[in-house]
């Protein structure tokens, strides 16, 4: 039975015992936040630094937006707020741990070079297309949360429980878990140290989580297994590795990517005559973790790239406008349809050919020595 919590509540401010006063199996007995409420929550933009509500005329509505959304968090456990130049990320981190993060914005810097130079934002021109008619999709700023403990990461959860009541049930599910992602408000987390796992690197937490946030900021929703083969390829091509890996559990090897390789030859070696089904792929559902999904997902969106460049971009944008779309459509039932993997797959060959399939099997069949045949 999951541990019950006991949250005193002060109706005036999220306060700091109701933030807290979380306690669970996983937490230490004495952890607590690294709440520093006797210092402003301030934001670093463009070499200013200003507290919320105190920001510069010329700061855009969507960053203000944002700051609003999270000061109250970040005041009570004590984080500061650090944007990018174009104020595409915002990056709270505990003002207590980091008086100085160069290096993570270097880090961030270089992952949305990666993601642009990989991704390239859509056409702007509204078109039509076989998903439906396509509107011009206006990115929104990503949060990322690089929490210092444990206990500063249960503060988050129980914050987004009382600002997103609709999340209740998933933040009970993320509690024993050291990061998330998510799409509604669109920000990622995880647990910056004492993660008792072999092959945890936090480096690689912020670029797998960025990439994430940054493709659904981009594109939308798309299919899981997409998203992630998308945020393993940029954290490969920023860190020359893969150790992010949400919702796994135990632990794993250092070399990773070479492991995926040797399994999926392994896997179709003896497979003549048949071909990766994306139906396969669509049984892999979010908040769950498989080996063979996860290898195929990264080995796919590897071959695009290299094999079918400039096709991943147009293959994203139209299979989150055929999301968009079907939301719409379904708003009234208040129900969530994922794409089917038809329509995936028709995206997929509209704009790589028919073969692509077959030659994605190839390449998993023969690994380095694969050639193509075009």
């Known amino acids: 039975m999951r541990a019950s919590h006991t949250r005193p509540f002060a109706q005036s401010c999220l306060s700091l015992l109701l933030l807290c006063s979380l306690a669970t199996p996983e937490a230490k007995a004495n952890e607590k936040p690294t709440s520093d409420i006797s210092a402003p929550c301030l934001v670093h933009w463009q070499r200013k630094t200003f507290e919320p509500g105190q920001w510069p005329v010329e700061l855009p509505a969507q960053g203000q937006a944002l700051i609003s959304s999270w000061r109250g968090w970040a005041q009570e456990i004590g984080y500061r707020m650090d944007f990018d130049a174009d104020m595409r990320v915002m990056t709270l981190s505990s003002t207590r741990h980091n008086r100085s993060v160069c290096k993570e914005d270097k880090l961030v810097e270089r992952t949305l070079e990666a993601f642009d130079h990989r991704l390239q934002a859509p056409q ?16 929104a700023p ?24 609709e999340l209740e049930s998933w933040a009970q599910d993320m509690e024993s878990q050291s990061g998330f992602i998510l799409n509604e408000p669109l920000c990622a987390a995880w647990i910056e140290s004492d993660v008792q796992r072999d ?3 936090p480096d690689n937490e912020l670029v797998h989580r960025l990439a994430s946030t940054l493709c659904q900021s981009r594109f939308g929703t798309v299919p899981h297994w997409l998203e992630r083969g998308v945020a393993w390829d940029v954290e490969f ?5 893969i150790h992010c890996f949400p919702d796994r559990s135990e632990d794993y090897d250092n070399n990773q990517h070479k492991q995926w390789e040797k399994n999926l030859k392994d896997l179709w070696r003896n497979r003549t005559g048949s071909s990766l089904a994306l139906e396969d792929m669509a049984i892999w559902k979010p908040g769950t973790y498989d ?10 969106v590897r071959f695009l790239q290299e094999y079918r460049e400039d096709s991943l971009s147009p293959i994203l944008h139209d299979l989150g406008a055929y999301q968009a779309n079907q939301t719409r459509r379904s708003a009234s039932s208040g129900m969530k349809v994922p794409t089917p993997a038809t329509v995936t797959e028709s995206v997929l060959r509209r704009h790589t050919g028919n073969q692509t399939l077959a030659e994605v099997t190839e390449f998993f069949q023969r690994g380095s020595r694969y050639h193509p045949s075009r």
Do not use: M, N
């Open 199 to 201: 092959g945890y690197r």
């Open 237 to 241: 091509e920023v860190q020359h590795s």
């Open 291 to 300: 080996e063979t999904y996860a290898s195929t997902s990264w080995a796919l």
């Open 142 to 165: 990503v949060t990322l949360l690089r929490l210092h403990s444990r206990a500063d990461y249960l503060t988050v959860l129980d914050f987004l429980r009382l600002t997103h009541p």
């Open 124 to 139: 702007s021109t509204p078109k039509g297309s076989d998903e439906g008619f396509i509107e011009e999709r206006q990115e």
